[in-house]
């Protein structure tokens, strides 16, 4: 069997050489040994016919698209060792639109693609083109050989790229983000790119969610990266390391800048909610819902007092995520900060008291609506204009 | 209820997640544009002050296609015109859940790396919720994203399955929604009338 390190290894840094891993070159033999090894009920005769001829340029596309299809996930390292021990020769004698027939044209658009809206219709244009599996096959190449070289030379291109490989789970598309979280200095819509498609291409049992967990938690905190940045590593943190994201999230909202925290207040509200795409292996355990109601609870006390509008946003978020974070046993408290709010009212933190309010009732149900009568005691208008708020929403 | 500020009214207490709208005749292609208000509660004057508005496109923000929010005053792009306010049938804290769903959409997006771009069709994630449940707003119109925040709120505009344009049945026109707040009755449910689509026409 090949040995689990080269299965799991990431894609390299820099093109692979001829001949990667001392593998023998050409010849059918290897192909077959290699395949049999690890799949012997896959392909073995197609493949060892087909992809040696695919120096056959003109064929190379659709035969590509049959091994495609056929090859499992957790082959796809495999295939890809492959695939670095032809290409050298079959790019050497292919160029441009030829070696790529179906993407050709739009690749060469991507290339020279600079702001948002360009990047934005490339993609939509590209993930029209990948519902043929031809053209899956061509990306699939492209992006081993070509990704590394766009990732350096900072071509904003390479986001619709990810972003199209990325919607249609493209094989290998998990490793090639991985290697742009780990790529220094890059385009900064390319990282958050990567960034975003986190939770859809990193299973919680894939072998390379604790890099992924590395690598996000690197970025949290990253100053050169940037805000922008920082808050997007921050919410993918629940997807990539669910035991220990709680302990980002706490130090997030108590410790950083307004916009941040507000960022993290709304990570937590919907990790909390599980309205994101979180599997079962992610939900958040009881132990860190109450730290992170803490954490909500501890910068509501510092800057909830801050009537200045700057601090609105970042108010009701607090608010808002602590009707997915309580516990029964803090529920007095809670509903006490939301009674405040919903009377206070500065900015729209009353309505967050309500979304808040109809998150407790649906998660705690009876005990929720038993607390919220107690502290709305003496105000009975206050009480039914709540709870007819509460109702209306539902 | 409707204050039409460029022809001089005042409006004396714009509230978090109201409805502005910028109303350029001279922009013949899209005269008119909408977005949510997000600021704090204070009085408008025609040709004063400004507005903070969330919106699809944000011309005025760094990423120019996108959901985003900056200052509409009489100078910009965009400048506050009318001003749609619920009022007939809801309580004001529920239309201020329209404010903070549209500004935590903004927030979400920029959290999870997304962009939401201006588009003629509308995609909601029937795979992505975010905050309490709710599905991220993908792409749109900005009337799209209006009617979004507002459903998300539980107040419904324009019931879209008995009130819409024949020829374009996806689409929300501006003017369709100023009709909403000048009629004062909630969701709009009629037959589809021309006048709809088109601003002052659908002041009737």
């Known amino acids: ?394 | 209820m409707l204050h039409q500020i460029h022809r001089g009214e005042n409006c004396e207490n714009i509230r978090p997640g109201d409805v502005v709208f910028s109303y350029k005749p001279a922009v013949r292609a899209w005269p008119l544009h909408a977005g949510i208000y997000a600021g704090r509660e204070k009085p408008v004057r025609p040709g004063r002050g400004n507005l903070e508005v969330v919106g699809v496109p944000d011309p005025l923000s760094e990423r120019q296609n996108f959901l985003g929010c900056s200052n509409w005053t009489a100078t910009t792009e965009y400048v506050p015109s009318i001003i749609g306010r619920r009022v007939e049938d809801a309580d004001p804290i529920q239309v201020k859940e329209v404010k903070i769903v549209a500004t935590a959409m903004i927030r979400m997006h920029r959290a999870i790396g997304t962009s939401c771009e201006w588009k003629r069709t509308r995609i909601v994630s029937a795979t992505r919720y975010v905050l309490d449940g709710i599905g991220l707003f993908e792409q749109g119109t900005c009337t799209h994203f209006v009617e979004y925040c507002y459903e998300n709120a539980g107040l419904d505009l324009v019931d879209q399955d008995y009130t819409r344009d024949p020829d374009e049945p996806h689409r929300i026109y501006p003017a369709t929604q100023i009709h909403v707040f000048l009629r004062g009755s909630y969701p709009l449910r009629c037959q589809w009338d021309s006048r709809l689509r088109y601003y002052p026409d659908c002041l009737f």
């Open chain 1, 1 to 394: 069997m090949l040995r689990d390190d080269i299965l799991l290894k990431p894609a390299s840094t820099k093109k692979p050489a001829a001949r990667p891993y001392g593998f023998p070159s050409g010849g059918q033999g290897w192909v077959a040994g290699l395949m049999s090894n690890v799949a012997p009920d896959l392909f073995v005769d197609d493949l060892e016919t087909h992809i040696i001829r695919s120096y056959d340029k003109v064929a190379w596309g659709e035969h590509w698209s049959t091994y495609y299809k056929s090859v499992s996930k957790a082959n796809w390292l495999l295939v890809q060792l492959i695939v670095d021990d032809l290409a050298p020769r079959w790019v050497e004698e292919t160029t441009g639109r030829e070696r790529f027939p179906r993407l050709g044209a739009l690749l060469q658009l991507l290339s020279t693609c600079e702001s948002n809206a360009e990047v934005s219709n490339a993609a939509a244009e590209l993930w029209q083109l990948l519902q043929e599996d031809v053209a899956r096959g061509e990306l699939i190449f492209w992006i081993r050989w070509n990704g590394r070289t766009w990732l350096d030379e900072k071509r904003p291109g390479l986001a619709a790229i990810l972003e199209a490989s990325a919607r249609i789970s493209l094989i290998g598309i998990d490793v090639f983000s991985l290697d742009v979280l780990r790529t220094a200095d890059i385009h900064p819509l390319v990282l958050t790119t990567a960034l975003k498609w986190i939770p859809f291409i990193v299973k919680s049992d894939s072998p390379l969610v604790h890099d992924f967990g590395v690598e996000v938690l690197r970025l949290t905190s990253c100053q050169e990266a940037g805000i922008e940045v920082n808050a997007a590593a921050i919410s993918c943190t629940p997807y990539v390391m669910p035991r220990s994201a709680d302990e980002v999230l706490v130090a997030a909202i108590v410790e950083r800048s307004s916009d941040i925290a507000y960022s993290a207040a709304l990570t937590a509200l919907e990790w909390a909610a599980q309205s994101g795409s979180f599997s079962s292996a992610m939900e958040l355990q009881n132990d860190q819902r109450e730290r992170l109601c803490v954490a909500a609870l501890q910068r509501l006390r510092y800057d909830g007092e801050d009537e200045s509008e700057t601090k609105d946003s970042l108010r009701e978020a607090l608010v808002w995520c602590l009707g997915a974070l309580a516990s029964v046993s803090r529920l007095d408290e809670v509903v006490s900060v939301l009674a405040k709010s919903f009377r206070r009212g500065w900015g729209a933190e009353d309505a967050a008291a309500v979304r808040a309010g109809r998150l407790l009732i649906k998660r705690l149900n009876e005990p929720a609506f038993e607390c919220m009568r107690k502290m709305f005691c003496g105000t009975e208008g206050d009480l039914s204009r709540y709870v007819k708020l509460l109702i209306k929403g539902t």
